[in-house]
């Protein structure tokens, strides 16, 4: 019903802007009751304006999950669009936009006009607040545990934060003892920027916010202004996708479990698991060899190095439980509303984690991403079902092929373990200095000397921020040795 309602574009356009009035009243809302307005905003329809409201692990007691506010609400992919001198056409650009798209939810002309320059200026304040993707690479930077108290004070006057937490993530239940806030500056600025600017820039804000999250859930004017801009200006796609291609990430948001339960039907094996599996071995080894021979590494910091590498969790293929759909109201003929009522059923989910132990079972990817990753909370690398397929693993190949592509990405997530971000993770996934000072004054020395490097690398006449690829450089590098090594 949903695959057949996402392609259904004739439906799509007869309905309209109907299936969006709910989502339009929330921002109308925000005149008299702004809690309301954000908590609907946020829990039930996926609209991130302002910020993002989720969960995680504590990262210094990882064993416990907490709420986590984390900086959103731009429209344009980074905050340096808002201020490098490069990206002035861009800006114009998302100006233009932004007018267009007011004008389709229908405001006047005018309005609209005034509309995106307001949204222009509220995104720059918010965008100047916001922490860069080099500084939000730092887990001592982004750790801001705090009392529901403490997050009354920082934010004063816009929304009254215990009735949002009731209302978008707690439903009722008690409140949490202590929450995580990734910067507290973007945060307070977001929730100024709420309380203080005039009632028709935020209105102008909040609908762009709405129009940005359902344009490819709409009719196919918002669809296509949205590839005009976001794929075809920013990006350089000159064609748009068919209608099928783009309804499969569709599904794929709304019920990436159901998708992946057929995926592994039918395209995963247990002898590639056990193959994947015996890799996992070699290259574990291989890391443990690397590790007992470091010149510079004291005993003390080695044994701990030791102990994290033994520690590595593993996860291959897919999870032991898969999530449940029978409660989603899934309807033939509402595409939209789908989508909006999967939101909703996505964020109860996640909030359940919170202000409760951490759940060690759960995948972070779906069985069917081309893709692995390792999680500093957990301690563990997992790789979904669909990267043990040709060409990263084949079973009739070669061992120097597998290792040469699977080898290469489990020495890489394995890596990540001691990169310049996973290398401040202890043993049992806490941030926490666990390195000798002389040792890591040495590890330090190496990474600067890597980050130089990278830094010199030009792209398309742009030097590389060896700061900000420095985890994926040392990734990289380490995993296509212990790959060799291991082979």
Not at 333 to 356: I, S
Not at 400 to 427: I, K, L, P, R, T
Request: contains cysteine; aromatic residues 10%.
């Amino acid at each position: 019903a949903f695959w057949r309602a996402s392609n259904d574009e004739a439906a799509i356009d007869a309905a309209g802007l109907r299936p969006l009035e709910p989502v339009l009243a929330a921002c109308e809302l925000a005149t008299t009751d702004k809690t309301a307005a954000l908590a609907k905003l946020h829990a039930e329809y996926g609209v991130n304006a302002f910020f993002a409201l989720g969960e995680g692990a504590d990262d210094k007691d990882s064993a416990w999950t907490l709420h986590q506010l984390s900086q959103a609400g731009l429209g344009l992919p980074d905050r340096d669009y808002y201020f490098d001198e490069d990206k002035a056409d861009k800006r114009e650009l998302y100006a233009a936009h932004v007018h267009k798209m007011l004008a389709m939810l229908g405001d006047a002309d005018a309005d609209a006009a005034a509309g995106a320059a307001a949204v222009l200026r509220l995104e720059t304040a918010l965008a100047a607040s916001h922490l860069t993707r080099t500084e939000r690479r730092d887990p001592d930077t982004t750790y801001n545990r705090m009392a529901v108290g403490k997050l009354s004070a920082l934010c004063k006057g816009a929304i009254e934060w215990p009735r949002y937490l009731e209302l978008a993530a707690t439903h009722g239940a008690a409140l949490p003892k202590a929450l995580n806030v990734d910067s507290p500056v973007a945060l307070a600025t977001a929730m100024r920027l709420f309380a203080d600017a005039p009632a028709a820039d935020v209105r102008a804000y909040l609908r762009w916010c709405v129009a940005l999250s359902c344009a490819p859930h709409l009719p196919s004017a918002f669809v296509d202004a949205h590839f005009e801009f976001y794929s075809k200006a920013l990006s350089g796609q000159q064609e748009q996708k068919p209608r099928w291609k783009r309804a499969m990430p569709m599904v794929e948001a709304a019920l990436g479990d159901a998708v992946g339960q057929l995926y592994v039907e039918r395209y995963f094996s247990a002898d590639a698991k056990g193959r994947a599996l015996h890799i996992v071995s070699k290259v574990r080894a291989a890391l443990e060899a690397r590790l007992r021979e470091v010149p510079w590494m004291q005993d003390s910091t080695r044994a701990k190095a030791l102990d994290k590498m033994r520690g590595f969790g593993v996860k291959i293929g897919f999870p032991d439980e898969w999530i449940e759909y029978a409660s989603l109201d899934v309807r033939h003929d509402d595409h939209l509303g789908n989508v909006l009522r999967a939101r909703a059923f996505e964020h109860a989910r996640q909030m359940r984690y919170a202000d409760a132990p951490t759940d060690k079972t759960r995948w972070m990817m779906l069985p069917q991403q081309i893709n692995a990753y390792y999680h500093p909370n957990l301690n563990e690398i997992v790789f979904p079902a669909a990267i043990l397929q040709p060409p990263f693993f084949n079973a009739d190949a070669d061992d120097a092929v597998n290792y040469g592509s699977f080898g290469a990405v489990v020495g890489h997530e394995m890596s990540h373990g001691f990169d310049d971000q996973g290398s401040q993770f202890d043993a049992s996934g806490n941030l926490h200095d666990w390195w000798a000072p002389t040792d890591k004054a040495e590890y330090e020395a190496r990474v600067r000397v890597q980050v130089e490097q990278a830094s010199r690398v030009r792209v398309h006449g742009r030097e590389l921020n060896g700061k900000l690829t420095c985890g994926e450089n040392i990734a990289d590098l380490g995993g296509l040795r212990l790959a060799y090594r291991a082979l």
